[in-house]
Structures are given as structure tokens and as C-alpha cells.
């Protein structure tokens, strides 16, 4: 079967090109990884640190193939009333309400029991059926006419239980409610789990998938990053800013500062006017890029450090392309 998105991404320069015009500038590791994923209709299970654009790729890959975002954020104790269906039970309780009344009518006249069974067992059983299902998320991905991008965010964060019960959803593009049957995907979507290794996944999982980890990106791919989401930071100080954080992901911190900090950064920096970067305000700013106390303090003990290495840094690179 021919998907709609085959015709958007002939190639993996497309899908580099439709994530960019999304705003999400990729490596060719995360575009070939998407096509594949669209040719083969695979799901991409999405590992790495937290903040370095996994749930991010899933919004743009949405954006760029024209397709509505479904997502699911999973925790502990989810479970599949949460993520595949409930049953609407005020509109259950009206209809048994109505059925009784009309039952009643109906069976007045019987001539015995038997009788009124043969006219219950006339009577369309529609209490467990679509007309009285709520979808959620994981159902209505797999019911949408166009196909949809269905982000299932932070799988490692669910339960193990619940990682098994994804698994028929993820080889077959189907879902099994007791009490209707066997659900098929309209369209088959395309599938993203992300992943911030908080615990190990199943091995059942990892076969259905393809794997992608999206790392901390180096300083070039960094600096294009920052360029597209923060266009009006100067060139000047986006290499300095970007070269101190590099250099700050050396330091043993607990938590390193990841690409969504570096935005965030970049945003204070420009509300404060900075043209370059400077000790005292990296001192006062330094708080948005770490996000533990003991981090923030060892930060500010080598910001003159970090600070004058990343000037150093930058001012070589500006010089060498000026050459």
C-alpha cells in the first residue's frame, strides 16, 4: 500500500529539508532514521538525554508531512483506559434507562417467558460498541482517515506492564478491545516513542523499532540550531555562547545542560542586550543553562575559566573563516 507521506519524502534530502522548514534542523543520522521509518512503517524508538529534541522531532515531523499530532505522556500507573479507550458510562446509564422503558412496552404482551426472551434476543446489542466508546490517544492515531504522528513520549517512564501491552499496536497497527474485537489502523501512523533511559526497555519493544539516539550535538550543528530558533542572536555571540556550553558539558555536573537550555540561554542572553559573552553575566545567567544548586555553584566557580575559553574559541573560528 502506498502511504500519503511516501510521495512527500522521495528521498532522505526531503525529510532533511521538510524537518528544517519545520524549524528543527536535523543531522543525516535523524533524517535517514525518519525515512526509513516512513518507507518501512516502522515505529523509531528516540533515546538520549533529556531536552536534545526527541519530542521536538516528532512535532516536526508532524508539521512537515501535514499530519495531526497525537500524544500520549506516559507515567507510572498508566494503563490502557488511559491510553486506548473508556467506555462512556452516563450515556451507558441513559440508554439502559431508555432500553428499560422501551423492554417494558415490548414485553407487555408476552405470552411467556420464552417468548420474551426471543424478543430480547431481537433487540441490537449496542451497549459495549463504538457509539459508546471514548478514544484516546493510542485509538484515535489508529482511526484517523489521513494518518496521524503518534508520539508516545517518555516510554520509560510506564510501567513494564504497559511497554507489553504497546507491542501489538506496534508490529501490527492494531488494538484488541474485549469487548468489540480487533481494531485496525485506517492508515497506519507514524509512530515515535522517545526514550530518556531512565530504565531499561524490553528487548520485544527494541525488535519492532527502529533505534535512534539523539545525542548532545556538536558545535557546528549547535550553532544552526541556535540560528534557526533564536535568529536574532549575533554571530558573534552565538559561536561564544554555544562554545561555552560545549565546554561546560566536560564538567562533572549532575545534570549537563542539553540543546533546549542552550535555547533558553540564547533568549535571555538577547533580552539582555549581551552583543559577547562576559563573565558577570554569565555568573547572573548561569541558572537558566544548570538546574541543580551544586551544579549552578561549580558552574559559577569556572565561569571566568569556561567564559574566556569559549571567547578564545570562537574568536579563532571567526578568524579562521574570515581567512
Avoid at 555562547?241 to 561546560?248: C, G, I, P, T
Avoid at 552583543?275 to 558552574?299: H, M, S, Y
Wanted: aromatic share 6%.
Amino acid at each position: 500500500m502506498t502511504l500519503p507521506t511516501e510521495q512527500k519524502v522521495p528521498d532522505i534530502n526531503a525529510v532533511e529539508a521538510g524537518l528544517v522548514r519545520a524549524g528543527y534542523i536535523p543531522n543525516r543520522q535523524i533524517a535517514t532514521a525518519l525515512f526509513l521509518a516512513l518507507r518501512l512503517q516502522k515505529p523509531i524508538l528516540v533515546e538520549g538525554p533529556a531536552g536534545v529534541g526527541k519530542t521536538e522531532l516528532a512535532k516536526a515531523a508532524a508539521q512537515f508531512l501535514d499530519l495531526p499530532l497525537i500524544r500520549m505522556q506516559c507515567y507510572e500507573g498508566l494503563d490502557e483506559s488511559k491510553a486506548l479507550y473508556e467506555w462512556k458510562y452516563g450515556k451507558q446509564l441513559l440508554y439502559t434507562q431508555i432500553l428499560k422503558d422501551k423492554l417494558g412496552e415490548s414485553f407487555r404482551d408476552a405470552e411467556d417467558l420464552g417468548a420474551a426472551m426471543r424478543r430480547l434476543n431481537s433487540v441490537s446489542d449496542i451497549f459495549y460498541s463504538f457509539d459508546f466508546l471514548e478514544p484516546r490517544p493510542l485509538l484515535r492515531a489508529l482511526q484517523q482517515q489521513g494518518g496521524a504522528v503518534l508520539l508516545v513520549d517518555e516510554i520509560d517512564k510506564a510501567d513494564e506492564e504497559f511497554e507489553a501491552f504497546l507491542l501489538e499496536i506496534l508490529s501490527d497497527y492494531q488494538v484488541t478491545i474485549p469487548e468489540i474485537g480487533t481494531v485496525g489502523a485506517i492508515t497506519p501512523p507514524v509512530v515515535l516513542l522517545t526514550s530518556n533511559n531512565t530504565r531499561d526497555l524490553g528487548d520485544a519493544m527494541k525488535r519492532r523499532c527502529l533505534h535512534l539516539h539523539i545525542g548532545y550535538p556538536d558545535q557546528k550543528l549547535e550553532e544552526r540550531i541556535i540560528d534557526s530558533r533564536v535568529p536574532g542572536v549575533s554571530e558573534v555571540l552565538r559561536k561564544q555562547l554555544v562554545a561555552f556550553v560545549q565546554q561546560l558539558r566536560t564538567v562533572d555536573l549532575r545534570k549537563l545542560p542539553s540543546v533546549s537550555e542552550t535555547i533558553d540561554w540564547a533568549r535571555a542572553l538577547l533580552l539582555l542586550h549581551a552583543n559577547e559573552l562576559d563573565v558577570e553575566t554569565v555568573q547572573d545567567t548561569i541558572n537558566v543553562l544548570l538546574k541543580f544548586e551544586g551544579d549552578v555553584n561549580t558552574g559559577q566557580r569556572r565561569a571566568a575559566e569556561l567564559t574566556h575559553k569559549a571567547r578564545r574559541e570562537a574568536g579563532g573560528e571567526a578568524a579562521q573563516a574570515a581567512d
